[in-house]
């Protein structure tokens, strides 16, 4: 069905009607039960503590029964609460910080131990170029700057063998 054909079904329903059927989907899909319920009573400050929690987790997992539980450093955890965060509407500055604080809790953690795979260090290049763009594309950039400038600082301080690139994004735009 096209979104015309879905406009023109719409019309013909009267008020009654389209409740029903907006309970219905309400009731029936998750994602419209979750979409609703951050519509009418958006804690995005809620979430976003929620996220960061879980994302440090990723790196400094919670003790279990004295013994250590080894970290998971998995990148897809943050890209799964970015992803959700867009298709809620959430505030940009709020995504923009998730981002970022992605990139430096995996930074605390590379600082404290050695990291030998190189797939760890594409990923953060990944998602450090996906925030810039990002930022840039909401216009909120110079807001975040700073933070953009310290991680490409840790990345010189850490060595990182990629940080070459993470310069390039810099050049991009003025400090």
């Keep these: 069905m096209s ?4 406009k023109k079904y719409l019309a013909e329903l009267n008020k009654e009607q389209l409740e029903e059927q ?3 989907l309400y009731e029936k899909f998750s994602p419209v039960k979750v ?21 440090s987790n990723e790196y400094y997992p919670f003790k279990k029964a004295g013994r250590r539980s080894k970290p998971k450093m998995r990148r897809s955890v943050a890209q799964k609460y970015i992803k959700h965060f867009l298709l809620l ?4 500055f709020v995504i923009a910080d998730v981002m970022l604080y992605n990139i430096e ?5 590379s600082s404290e131990h050695e990291i030998k795979q190189d797939l760890f260090f594409k990923s953060m ?7 810039v ?7 909120i950039l110079n807001d975040f700057k700073p933070r953009i400038i310290a991680i490409h600082n840790e990345t010189v301080k850490q060595k990182w063998y990629n940080e070459p690139e993470f310069n390039a ?5 003025e400090y």
Excluded: H, M, W
């Design 169 to 173: 994004i810099i050049e991009r735009f």
């Design 89 to 92: 509407g959430v505030d940009p």
């Design 35 to 55: 979409y609703y319920n951050f519509v009418f009573n958006p804690k995005e400050e809620t979430l976003l503590q929620e996220c960061k929690l879980k994302i």
């Design 105 to 109: 809790i995996a930074q605390t953690f």
């Design 3 to 6: 979104k015309r054909d879905l």
């Design 133 to 139: 763009i990002f930022l840039i594309a909401n216009g």
């Design 22 to 24: 907006i309970i219905e």
């Design 125 to 131: 290049f990944n998602s450090f170029e996906q925030a």
